[in-house]
């Protein structure tokens, strides 16, 4: 399961620096066109909101693979070691709870949802549920990492995460 979620990984970040490359150039683009040839383009500031969108809820999920997310960790690390294991632990499943039920059940039913209604984009039309799937998508892959988390916290005496 590890060699899988590495790849994953590296998939993640290559998805990850297009995405952050097709945002600066659609926004570079979308400046250009309204300021210097004066005749702004239509479709740059839609595509801009929905690469951002997908940037955030995709770097999200990456963000929690590196444990570069926001954490408050200054009680754990206060507690005895078994009990960091544990709080560490908890955490792990409340997370994973969240990701299931809110991301992935959630992002389901939102994804079909517009589907089902056809709801399309003003200026790409685009199905909004194309929009949406990154929802359960990285929910998905937050369960993956979490579901990677608790193997390690369980195989490891040490309580270093």
Known sequence: ??????????V????????MA???ITVTWQVFSRFILQSPSSFTEELARFL????????AAYAY?????????????????VRQKVARIFIEVVVMAFAGSVMVYGGLSLVMLAVELKQTSATLGLNMGLVYSVIPISGVLI???GLD?????????????
Do not use: C
Request: hydrophobic share 55%.
């Open 1 to 10: 399961m590890h060699s899988l979620l590495l790849l994953i990984n590296k």
């Open 12 to 19: 993640l970040e290559k998805l990850l620096i297009f995405i």
């Open 22 to 24: 097709t945002i600066v």
């Open 52 to 59: 951002l969108i997908w940037i955030g809820i995709l770097g």
């Open 65 to 81: 693979r590196t444990k570069a997310h926001l954490g408050l960790d200054l009680f754990v690390e206060k507690m005895q070691p």
């Open 143 to 145: 369960l993956l990492y």
């Open 149 to 161: 988390n608790l193997i390690q916290l369980n195989s490891s005496t040490a309580v270093e995460v």
